[in-house]
Nanobody, 110 residues
Framework: VELVESGGGLVQPGGSLRLSCAAS????????MAWYRRAPGKERELVAH????????NYAESVKGRFTISRDNAKNMVYLQMNSLKPEDTAVYYC????WGQGTQVTVSS
């Protein structure tokens, strides 16, 4: 089982980033997937969750209306589109399925 995140980086407040997670080693379409994040000095928190078929999504209150989780079961990929980014979104973002990815750093700063 392997989950590999990409797409993190440095962005100015108000900007956008799209995170990607490539999955392998398991039957991707069987699993719900999620994005978590851990900000400096804080506990890891759930950001967004998507059902195995993609029809159901849930978001943390802090990102509702700004972030969108999606998946492509044909490509074994899950995405997190992040718009209107704020400094408080700065964190390491992790993809979660039957295991954890290694994380990708997102820094929102001017």
């Amino acid at each position: 089982v392997e989950l590999v995140e990409s797409g993190g980086g440095l962005v100015q407040p108000g900007g956008s980033l799209r995170l990607s997670c490539a999955a392998s080693g398991f039957i991707f379409s069987y699993y719900a997937m999620a994005w978590y994040r851990r900000a400096p000095g804080k506990e890891r928190e759930l950001v967004a969750h998507i059902s195995s078929g993609g029809s159901s999504t849930n978001y943390a209150e802090s990102v509702k209306g700004r972030f969108t989780i999606s998946r492509d079961n044909a490509k074994n990929m899950v995405y997190l589109q992040m718009n209107s980014l704020k400094p408080e979104d700065t964190a390491v973002y992790y993809c979660r399925g039957p295991s954890w990815g290694q994380g990708t750093q997102v820094t929102v700063s001017s």
